[in-house]
């Protein structure tokens, strides 16, 4: 491999404003700056340079990546339509305001434009790996048969299981919490705030949406308010009338407006609203429960495509034509590039 770093003649014109090229088309400097001032957007506090190099030789991978299935996209005749990229724009604007979505896009230190372009080459990529990989996977009865008999141990529950989703509104400003563009300021608003979800939950309005426009929960919000799986243990840890009001709940009911006060003050420090998604009691789980069987399924199937996907990315990115030149400044400059 000839490196800049050994001689001059044998160095690339790339130009310090192309950062790749894949099969001939450029991937701008301009690009990886962009994409990475988005990802550090809202930082706590500056990388060290070692940390921003890295960052962006990650980042710079992708976007080569991503070059490279469009090529692909391109050849098999996959790339997304004008109209697939607006829907799926169209859905990511739909749990906000007009000012909401652009304060987002603001923070995120982007344009509807980059937006899109992200839109894009996401569902073409998904197009392609579709067809390419997941829908050559093939998980048989016999393989679900098989992980049981040898985990069965992974389906015996020694204690029941609760499926939690939450919609959190907090009393005080917080301008790192998730959808701080509609934030309550006070207790009084915050009431308000909660009190709106909840009269809204009960005419029959989807849970996931209200959480991902309302709730100031960052860690749950994105995901439609889903906590995922708590075991009943950890909910014995929680606050009484949290806990007592999920223990009173069928699968698919939601609690009504909890206080949550702060333990040393005891001033109400937030309310939130919690909906049991579904409930697993203790014991031995069959394989004939549909879930199991579902989960096993999954697990498979993940696994083996992350696999596939993986093997299909050397691949691809074996028969392109790849010229790194932000890694080489990066290695001619012994780490120091930026």
């Known amino acids: 491999m000839c490196l800049a770093i050994l001689t001059i003649s044998c160095s690339k014109p790339s130009g310090d404003n192309v950062a790749a090229t894949v099969d001939g088309q450029k991937i701008y400097r301009a690009d990886l700056e962009k994409y990475y001032q988005s990802q550090t957007a809202g930082a706590s506090q500056p990388l060290s340079d070692e940390q921003a190099t890295s960052l962006r030789l990650s980042i710079l991978r992708e976007l080569i990546e991503n070059e490279i299935l469009m090529h692909r996209a391109e050849k098999l005749g996959l790339l997304a339509t004008d109209d697939e990229v607006q829907r799926k724009l169209n859905e990511m604007k739909s749990p906000y305001t007009a000012e909401q979505f652009g ?3 603001q923070e995120s ?5 980059d937006l899109k372009r992200n839109i894009r080459r996401a569902l073409t990529a998904d197009k392609v790996l579709h067809k390419e990989v997941t829908s050559k996977l093939n998980v048989t009865e016999q393989d679900i048969k098989d992980y049981y008999n ?3 141990s992974e389906f015996n529950l020694i204690e029941p299981r ?3 989703g939450r919609i959190l509104v907090t009393t005080t400003p917080d301008p790192q919490a998730a959808n701080s563009a509609n934030k309550a ?3 009084a608003e915050a009431r308000k705030k909660i009190q709106t979800v909840l009269t809204r939950l009960d005419a029959g309005d989807d849970f996931g949406s209200l959480a991902m426009a309302y709730s100031e929960d960052s860690s749950t919000a994105p995901n439609g308010g889903d906590m995922g799986i708590i075991p009943e243990s950890a909910l014995k840890q929680t606050d009484q009338a949290t806990r007592e009001a999920i223990l009173k709940l069928k699968p698919g009911q939601h609690t009504g407006i909890i206080p949550l006060a702060n333990p040393t003050s005891k001033q109400t420090g937030a309310f939130h609203i919690v909906k049991l998604i579904a ?3 203790s014991g031995q789980r069959d394989l004939s429960d549909p879930r199991v069987e ?3 399924r999954t697990q498979l199937q993940d696994r083996r495509e992350q696999l596939l996907k993986a093997a299909y990315y ?3 990115r074996d028969q392109a034509k790849v010229e790194n030149y932000y890694a080489e400044r990066v290695l001619a400059s012994t780490g120091n590039a930026k």
């Not at 230190?109 to 434009?113: A, H, P, Q, R, V």
Request: hydrophobic share 25%.
């Open 279 to 281: 409930m697993e009691p």
């Open 294 to 296: 579902q989960e096993i």
């Open 162 to 164: 609760y499926h939690l």
């Open 185 to 187: 300021h006070s207790e």
């Open 150 to 152: 040898s985990h069965r």
């Open 314 to 316: 050397e691949v691809m």
């Open 109 to 113: 230190k982007m344009t509807e434009d």
């Open 103 to 105: 304060q987002r896009l």
